[in-house]
């Protein structure tokens, strides 16, 4: 599974190691600590995937370390959020809708990939909750590490946090019209090509769909 890793990917996890390499000799262990967390939470996503024997599309997986490295190295070590306006919008609004992505795949595969057990606009709509539940998780996640470790993830506060909440809601409708789009057979490539790309990697997750496009093969 670790072969099929995109570049991208790899690259990013090759460029922490050096930080933390660099930071330890230089005797810098703030640094070094941002860069080890940053590649521990950025290998997760990997090691679950693995655990629960799933096969992520590489570019999905590169999306997701590239997002964490955004957020948690460049962020706050290279201070991103305050040397570019756009960077947390950025952040934010693609997080969103992958996590719109992602809570969409969860419900499809809880059905095992049967189109009609629900209204697709339901299970859009669990999909978009997904997504600004774990927007709303994280911003609980920056106010604990503002409080304990002195850092300032919420940059103006309050304000901070609404707007990311606002970005988070527009992503996660976003996403969630991309799982929408799939169910209605619109899977044309682009996003919905990763959902398609996903499905056709765990075809154990999603039986119903499998015999649903056996049958209609014949």
Same mark, same amino acid.
């Given at each position: 599974?670790?072969?099929? %890793?995109?570049?991208?990917?790899? %690259?990013?996890?090759? &460029?922490?190691?050096? &930080?933390?390499?660099? &930071?330890?000799? %230089? /005797? ?22 693995? +655990? $629960? ?5 590489? =570019? ?9 490295? /955004? ?31 992602? /809570? ?33 998780? +994280? ?5 604990? $590490? ?6 300032? $993830?919420?940059? &103006?506060?309050?304000?901070?946090? $609404? +707007? ?12 969630? =019209? ?11 490539? /682009? ?28």
């Amino acid at each position: 599974m670790f072969r099929e %890793l995109s570049i991208v990917t790899k %690259l990013i996890w090759l &460029s922490l190691l050096f &930080s933390i390499a660099e &930071s330890l000799i %230089l /005797g810098r262990w703030s640094l070094a600590f941002i860069a080890a967390m940053t590649l521990t939470v950025s290998m997760s996503p990997f090691l679950v995937a693995r +655990w $629960m024997h799933l096969r992520v599309p590489p =570019s999905f997986m590169a999306a997701v370390v590239a997002f964490i490295w /955004g957020t948690l190295f460049l962020g706050e070590v290279f201070d991103f959020y305050n040397r570019y306006w756009w960077w947390d919008v950025v952040m934010h609004g693609g997080s969103a809708i992958g996590f719109g992505m992602i /809570g969409f795949i969860l419900v499809f595969a809880m059905f095992q990939g049967d189109r009609y057990a629900a209204p697709p606009i339901a299970i859009a709509f669990f999909a978009y909750a997904f997504a600004v539940s774990i927007g709303a998780t +994280w911003e609980v996640f920056e106010f604990a $590490m503002d409080q304990i470790f002195g850092l300032n $993830m919420q940059k &103006s506060g309050l304000e901070d946090t $609404m +707007w990311d909440l606002i970005v988070d809601h527009v992503g996660a409708i976003f996403g969630a =019209s991309v799982g929408f789009a799939y169910l209605k057979g619109q899977e044309r490539g /682009g996003l919905t090509g990763l959902i398609h790309q996903f499905v056709d990697r765990n075809p154990r997750l999603f039986r119903h769909l499998k015999e649903w496009q056996d049958r209609h093969d014949l």
